[in-house]
């Protein structure tokens, strides 16, 4: 009975012992990227705006909010207006004989 406890013990004790883990390698990204503070308050780096070459095409400030927009050819055809029984139901009655 006593080696059946010790054998029982013994396997508890090896079951719930607590295994340590290397330590980890140190990351050079990590190592390397800003702090927390650095990345909320820090000013972001923006890509350089694209080169712009003005042409003959291009229209001007006022001429592009004021110029007619031109129109698809084929317009598809106004929706249908659903609810019109909805408006001849409850359409007031005429009061005059």
Request: glycine share 6%; aromatic share 6%; charged share 20%.
């Amino acid at each position: 009975m006593g080696r059946l406890a010790a054998g029982v013990v013994e396997a508890l004790r090896v079951t719930f012992t607590r295994e340590a883990l290397p330590p980890p390698p140190p990351d050079p990204l990590r190592a390397a990227a800003p702090g927390l503070l650095a990345r909320l308050f820090a000013s972001e780096r923006l890509p350089p705006p694209p080169e712009r070459t003005p042409s003959a095409t291009q229209a001007g400030g006022l001429l592009s909010l004021f110029a007619p927009e031109p129109l698809p050819p084929d317009l598809p055809p106004a929706p249908r207006r659903s609810g019109r029984w909805l408006a001849w139901i409850f359409a007031a009655e005429p009061l005059d004989p």
